[in-house]
């Protein structure tokens, strides 16, 4: 499970490889994401040729509009929870930097429009630094 | 500019950085999804973007198979494939390596502290990808109002199923708009 959430990559398709590994190796991971993207994957973009079909029509746009806006809430209760989790395992000076991690990231890539990968590749080694320096705090005060 | 090699091209060199910039999930990548498809190479505009991700967000399987109607809508369906195989492969090779390694490393310090510190990153890069879905000019506060009371809603009933939001913000929306 850790394995999948710490790889970049999306969610349910990680954990597709982890468990297609699991049961039948490189053969069993192969199966298991093609099965999990190549039908919905075909789905969807024949969703969006019907939708082509219809785009001029403004009530549909309306609609899905108002999905999207209901799609990025989804996407802003998920980062809430991650946050909570976070915080809740983490205390005091780690927590802020954390915190601070996180708003500037989404500064960046956010309003400002810094190029994505470029921005988790300069956090990356300073969040990872505080995850350590926390669990050695931790680690220290267990011992002392 | 369908079946122009060059777009195909395009299409690796966006998607390929994009999936391993994806910390926390498809959504950490959706701003700049949107960048690059409107902006940098005008593959279709800001509505088109949004009405795209409404779509896959609604259709079933994974969120991140906007990847591939982004590829599709660059060059049809050869661009769909190409899309597809340059965002999903990379992590999955990623993963495969990280399990054969893991079977030493399990439960390391390393592994734990990889995971805390990227997390935030993650957190910050899935907010950029609402606001870059809120931005455009004819979304207005009713957009934003939505997002947040969904949000609200989805940490206070998580039993409810995501498409029940999904419908909800779609009936509000054709209200409000048709």
Redo the contacts between chains.
């Keep these: 499970m850790?394995?999948?959430?710490?790889?970049?990559?999306?969610?349910?398709?990680?954990l597709a490889?982890?468990i297609g590994?699991r049961v039948r190796g490189?053969a069993g991971?192969i199966a298991a994401?093609l099965g999990?993207?190549v039908?919905?994957?075909i789905?969807?973009?024949l969703?969006?040729m019907a939708?082509e079909a219809g785009?001029g029509t403004?009530?549909l746009?309306?609609?899905?509009?108002?999905?999207?806006?209901?799609?990025?809430?989804?996407?802003?209760?998920?980062?809430?929870?991650?946050?909570r989790?976070?915080l809740g395992?983490?205390r005091g000076q780690g927590a802020a930097g954390?915190?601070v991690?996180?708003?500037?990231?989404?500064l960046?890539?956010?309003?400002l429009?810094f190029?994505?990968?470029g921005?988790?590749l300069g956090?990356?080694p300073?969040?990872?630094?505080?995850?350590?320096v926390?669990?050695r705090g931790r680690r220290d005060r267990g011992r002392g | 500019l369908k079946d122009d090699p060059g777009t195909l091209l395009a299409l690796v060199a966006v998607f390929v950085?994009?999936?391993?910039?994806?910390?926390?999930?498809?959504?950490?990548?959706?701003?700049?999804m949107q960048?690059q498809a409107v902006l940098v190479h005008g593959w279709m505009t800001e509505?088109?973007f949004?009405?795209?991700?409404?779509?896959?967000?609604?259709?079933?399987?994974?969120?991140?198979?906007l990847a591939?109607?982004v590829g599709?809508?660059a060059a049809g369906?050869p661009g769909?494939l190409v899309a597809?195989v340059a965002f999903?492969a990379?992590?999955?090779l990623?993963?495969?390596g990280?399990?054969h390694l893991?079977r030493r490393a399990h439960g390391s310090?390393w592994?734990?502290?990889?995971?805390?510190?990227?997390?935030?990153?993650?957190?910050?890069?899935?907010?950029?990808?609402?606001?870059?879905?809120?931005k455009p000019d004819?979304?207005g506060p009713?957009?934003?109002t939505?997002?947040?009371?969904?949000?609200?809603?989805?940490?206070w009933r998580p039993g409810l199923s995501?498409l029940a939001?999904?419908?909800?913000?779609?009936?509000?929306?054709?209200l409000?708009?048709?």
């Design positions: 850790a394995v999948a959430r710490i790889v970049p990559g999306v969610n349910a398709v990680n490889v982890l590994y490189a991971a994401v999990l993207l039908g919905p994957g789905g969807v973009v969703l969006a939708y785009a403004p009530a746009h309306a609609a899905l509009k108002g999905a999207a806006a209901a799609s990025a809430g989804l996407i802003l209760a998920v980062a809430f929870q991650s946050g989790q976070l395992r983490t954390f915190a991690i996180a708003a500037v990231t989404f960046q890539a956010g309003p429009g190029p994505t990968l921005v988790v956090f990356a300073l969040g990872i630094l505080i995850a350590f926390m669990a | 950085p994009l999936s391993l910039a994806s910390i926390g999930g498809g959504p950490a990548v959706l701003s700049e960048h509505r088109e949004g009405d795209l991700f409404a779509i896959s967000r609604a259709a079933p399987g994974p969120g991140a198979l591939t109607l599709w809508k369906w769909a597809s999903f990379p992590p999955c990623l993963v495969y990280a399990l893991s310090p592994r734990r502290g990889i995971e805390a510190g990227l997390a935030p990153i993650g957190i910050g890069l899935m907010c950029a990808g609402s606001y870059a879905v809120l004819d979304t009713l957009g934003w939505l997002a947040a009371a969904v949000a609200a809603g989805r940490l995501p939001w999904l419908g909800l913000g779609a009936g509000l929306g054709a409000a708009g048709g």
